[in-house]
């Protein structure tokens, strides 16, 4: 299976929402335009996803919709409590193994730190086992061989919005 890994784009400081909390963050023009961007590259690469989760999140979940539209999957965004900040990332692997059939290739889009240890769970064994930060609206994909909460995967790529964004 080959997972996704997408950190959330640029979000306005939790000031300048109407509650003042850090989950109603919502993505600032500029991010909008990165997310939009990225999806973009990602369709003009042949590169699809049959499955995207997403944290719950305000900036997070825009990010994830951005990118299914623009990956035209015709579906929308499952929005899953494992992918807060706040969780471990075991517990998103738990929900992972329970998927069935397992999709072919499916995107996560999350925050960071969450995302790193994730990455490093599932390439080392060990969720400080990989020095690895993903900027906002970076992505990285790994190959799982299998999905357990241990080394079952391979970081094949990992791109920064300069990529696809040299603004």
Do not use: N
């Not at 899953?80 to 998103?92: F, G, K, M």
């Not at 193994?97 to 490093?120: C, I, K, N, T, W």
């Amino acid at each position: 299976m080959k997972l996704y890994l997408l950190r959330h784009a640029e979000a306005v400081d939790a000031t300048e929402t109407a509650s003042g909390k850090d989950e109603d963050r919502a993505l600032t023009p500029r991010g909008r335009r990165r997310a939009r961007a990225l999806a973009h590259a990602l369709r003009q690469r042949g590169i699809q996803c049959d499955l995207v989760w997403t944290s719950p999140l305000v900036r997070a979940r825009q990010t994830a919709d951005i990118l299914a539209r623009g990956l035209r999957l015709g579906r929308a965004p499952v929005v899953v409590e494992s992918l807060a900040p706040d969780q471990p990332p075991r517990h998103l692997v738990a929900e992972l193994q329970a998927l069935r059939p397992l999709p072919d290739a499916m995107m996560l889009v999350g925050h960071e730190p969450f995302l790193s240890r994730l990455a490093a769970l599932l390439c080392t064994g060990d969720p400080d086992g990989l020095d690895l930060t993903l900027k906002k609206c970076g992505l990285c994909r790994l190959e799982l061989d299998s999905v357990r909460a241990g080394r079952c995967a391979t970081l094949e790529w990992l791109i920064s919005p300069r990529w696809f964004d040299p603004e």
